[in-house]
T-cell receptor, first 115, second 109 residues
């Protein structure tokens, strides 16, 4: 049982390049989400999904795309990288959305630098 | 509007007790979470409170007062491995989490 697996752990991009951060979970969780974490700020929700085929925007969706074709996978695509997207990205999942006791399991994080 | 606040950094001594406070404002509330995050690692779940009062889990306890918009995390018998950031987050009326910036706890021998 691997939990939530994110790849890559580190990535350096040039401005304007595109890339995909991969996220996979093997816990059969319905809910999956992407956060970014920046110094001095709380985790900010980028996009989330409450099940296969369903995605929605979070607080900071601009510049990012997601899809959820299977329960297990939730990739995050950066369309045209900008220095403002330099951050640590976390994928997180939970059993059931829309409940109070919605404990998140996080992946190890992906540190992205955009030059 | 919604907001959440916690101290940026705290220092404590090994073996002592420390209380990390968290205050929040929201019109809809579905519980408050505490997560621990060691440097360079992912956050991990510590506690969840939805009713007023104290929840105890070993050396860690978490308290909630909904009327005051206030929570605290109490860590007893501090160990060096407790050096980490502690993230407070409340769940709003849409079941979305609103996160504080985290409190970096430094433990000194």
């Amino acid at each position: 049982n691997a939990g939530v697996t994110q790849t890559p752990k580190f990535q350096v991009l040039k401005t304007g390049q595109s890339m995909t951060l991969q996220c996979a979970q093997d816990m059969n969780h319905e809910y999956m989400s992407w956060y970014r974490q920046d110094p001095g700020m709380g985790l900010r929700l980028i996009h989330y999904s409450v099940g296969a085929g369903i995605t929605d925007q979070g607080e900071v969706p601009n510049g990012y795309n997601v899809s959820r074709s299977t329960t297990e996978d939730f990739p995050l695509r950066l369309l045209s990288a900008a220095p403002s997207q330099t951050s640590v990205y976390f994928c997180a999942s939970s059993v059931t959305p829309g409940t109070g006791a919605n404990v998140l399991t996080f992946g190890a994080g992906s540190r992205l630098t955009v030059l | 509007g919604q907001n959440i606040d916690q101290p940026t950094e705290m220092t404590a001594t090994e073996g002592a007790i420390v209380q990390i406070n968290c205050t929040y404002q929201t019109s809809g509330f579905n519980g408050l979470f505490w997560y621990q995050q060691h440097a360079g690692e992912a956050p991990t779940f510590l506690s969840y409170n939805v009713l007023d009062g104290l929840e105890e889990k070993g050396r860690f306890s978490s308290f909630l007062s909904r009327s005051k918009g206030y929570s605290y995390l109490l860590l007893k018998e501090l160990q060096m491995k407790d050096s980490a950031s502690y993230l407070c987050a409340f769940m709003d009326s849409n079941y979305q989490l609103i996160w504080g910036a985290g409190t970096k706890l430094i433990i000194k021998p």
